[in-house]
Structures are given as structure tokens and as C-alpha cells.
């Protein structure tokens, strides 16, 4: 997305063979934008365990449909519980079952429709918000916090952090010496209290709504 909002309406020269694209779901608008140039980009779906690829469309397949393409040779996709797995020399021991739901259609080519945890994936990186969760709470104005994953339209995901007690505008700094980069909250915000129901329970989409309009 940097990279055309350099080059604008540019083509690649022909020389550029493929631009593999993945780590996160692709943005229809971000394709489009490829399309019009005919960019030679290959959507793709892998992880770190698994040599970062398991099944990738040919480059410039940009038809507008919901596939990542077809296992690469050698190997077998399944679906075991709604969840992906693969099997071949990519996977470890030959065998790994991931996080991610999907299905496989017609042609047996690859259809992720989201993860099966809590993850939040930030510009292609994990971020375990159990983890940052640990972290922010630790530090001595936080009384009780909350990690969200919210939709952003250039890292797929940014981390939020909800919090309540004694407001310190120094928190950032504090958490930037202690979390990866890609794991910091991009949005804090403070509450008197978290939203609750009449069990007691986070109100999940109150704190979204409150992300969003703030």
C-alpha cells in the first residue's frame, strides 16, 4: 500500500516477477488498486512455523474471490474441526494443525475465513493481547485493562488498550521499553470503570464502540 502510494498509477516494470502478499487478509481496496495496474501480486496464506507459505495463487490472480489458491505442490491442506491443517515437509514433523478456520472449495484451493484464537495481527505480526495484558497490568496506575484488536486500514489490526485507575501519560514510554513494537497499543483509553453487564462481564462490543468514537 506504501509502495503505491509512492509509484500512484505507475505499472511495475516487467522485470518484477511477483509480489507475494499475505500476513493478513488483503483489503479489496488495496486489490483494486493493484488491478488497475495489472501488478503482478500472488495472495497467499502461511506462518512462521511453516516456512511462511502454504497455499499461494498464481501472481496476478486477482479475480474477486475468497481463496488464497492451491496448497503448494507436494502438500495437503485439510480441515479438522473448522480448523486448517497442513501436511507435507513444510510442516513440522509433517504434520501441523494451525489456528486458523477455513474450507477448502470445489478446486481444493484454500478459503481462510479467520483465526480460531484470540490473536490479533498487526501488519503480519502476531500479537498474543494475554501477553500485553500481562504487561500493562503491571504497571502501578493500571487497576484493571483490557486488550482489543480494532480494524486499521493500513496494519489490518491495531492493539488497543482499555484501562482504568490513575491516569499516566507517561504509560507509553513505560510500555515501550517492555513489549515489541508490534505489540505496543496504538490507542490507550482510560475509564473510570469497564462497561459491564448484569452477569459481570466486559462488554466487549460497549469498549469497540468507545474505541471507535474516541
Request: aromatic residues 4%; charged residues 25%.
Amino acid at each position: 500500500q506504501r509502495l503505491l502510494d509512492v509509484r500512484g498509477t505507475r505499472p511495475f516494470p516487467p522485470g518484477l516477477r511477483v509480489i507475494l502478499l499475505g500476513g493478513a487478509p488483503a483489503k479489496e481496496a488495496l486489490l483494486d488498486r493493484c488491478r488497475a495496474i495489472k501488478a503482478p501480486v500472488a495472495l497467499t496464506w502461511g506462518m512462521s512455523e511453516t516456512g511462511s507459505q502454504i497455499a499461494t495463487r498464481a501472481p496476478g490472480d486477482l479475480r474477486k474471490a475468497p481463496d488464497v489458491g492451491l496448497p503448494l505442490p507436494g502438500h495437503r491442506v485439510f480441515v479438522d474441526g473448522g480448523r486448517l491443517g497442513v501436511e507435507g515437509p513444510i510442516a513440522p514433523n509433517g504434520f501441523f494443525l494451525t489456528e486458523d478456520r477455513g474450507h477448502l472449495d470445489a478446486q481444493g484451493r484454500v478459503v481462510v475465513e479467520g483465526r480460531g484464537d484470540a490473536l490479533i495481527i498487526s501488519g503480519g505480526e502476531n500479537v498474543d493481547p494475554s501477553r500485553v495484558l500481562g504487561v500493562v497490568k503491571t504497571h502501578p496506575s493500571v487497576t484493571e485493562a483490557v486488550i482489543i484488536g480494532m480494524p486499521d486500514p493500513e496494519w489490518g489490526e491495531r492493539v488497543c488498550a482499555i484501562l482504568t485507575g490513575q491516569q499516566d501519560e507517561q504509560l507509553s514510554s513505560w510500555l515501550r521499553a517492555r513489549l515489541d513494537a508490534h505489540e505496543r497499543p496504538r490507542q490507550i483509553l482510560w475509564l473510570d470503570a469497564l462497561p459491564r453487564n448484569a452477569m459481570g462481564k466486559i462488554e466487549r462490543a460497549r469498549l469497540r464502540d468507545l474505541l471507535s468514537s474516541s
